[in-house]
């Protein structure tokens, strides 16, 4: 059974800091390129940073780069996403995404809430 469990959201006042964890089972991993996306109220689903199965080359929105810093631990089938310097436009759901092109299945998380405010 896949799961893909988000954790470490919460209240979190301007300026300050937050570190998603996202733990997977029932799937090969290391395999997947690994991804966090948010969703605020009323708007889409937009991708925040990404991380690649194989070099762990990474990629981040324009609005969270040089504040936010993904990584993974392939032993603990774990990514993370490392927020600093938050700001109340960061407030939104954050979503787990696992991506593994070539007709595989692709994964979602439940989602944690994030609220930056004062």
């Known amino acids: 059974q896949v799961q893909l469990v988000e954790s470490g959201g919460g209240l979190v006042q301007p300026g300050g800091s937050l570190r998603l964890s996202c733990e997977a089972s029932g799937f090969t991993f290391s395999m997947y390129r690994m991804n966090w996306y948010r969703q605020a109220p009323g708007k889409g689903r937009e991708l925040v940073a990404g991380i690649t199965s194989g070099d762990g080359r990474t990629t981040y929105a324009e609005s969270v780069k040089g504040r936010f810093t993904i990584s993974r631990d392939n032993a603990k089938n774990t990514v993370y996403l490392q927020m600093n310097s938050l700001k109340p436009e960061d407030t939104a759901v954050y979503y787990c995404?696992?991506?593994?092109?070539?007709?595989?299945?692709?994964?979602w998380g439940q989602g944690t809430q994030v609220t930056v405010s004062s």
């Open positions: 995404y696992a991506q593994r092109l070539g007709g595989w299945n692709n994964y």
